[in-house]
């Protein structure tokens, strides 16, 4: 699959919900973890937020990684 | 030095420099190959912008890397 063209957002989005089912926690859980309103994470995960740098990092600490773990994946190569 | 409580957007600021330093790239000239306003990129550099994903992946591309490389530094480890 060529991710070259997909949109920065779709890709953060399909990042976090792999990350956090992963975790087994739903998002309403998630969001709790990470200070964030619910229905954010959810429009997230759909590919619809341009998300800054502050909020990637209350996201990668809310699963227990560092915002270059949570860039290190092939959606971002 | 303990980055753990640096704030990411002066990480952020660190690295845009680093790189673009690193290519012999003026503020200005890196802003006119992201298509990034040039008192912007000032700005990020001082650690004074919450950087949103898109404006990364303009600045990733314009340093000729992705958004995985940006990322692959001890500064966001």
Redesign the interface.
């Known amino acids: 699959m060529n991710l070259c063209n997909v949109d ?2 779709v890709k ?1 989005g399909q990042r976090l919900r792999e990350l956090r089912t992963k975790k087994g926690l739903s998002q309403e859980k998630f969001a709790f973890t990470c200070d964030l309103d619910r229905t954010y994470i959810a429009s997230i995960e759909q590919g619809k937020r ?5 909020n ?2 209350k996201i990668a600490t809310a699963l227990d990684m ?8 092939d959606l ?2």
Chains 1, 2 share one sequence.
């Open positions: 920065i957002r953060i341009n998300v800054s740098v502050a990637i990092e560092s915002i270059y773990e949570f860039f290190k994946s971002f190569k």
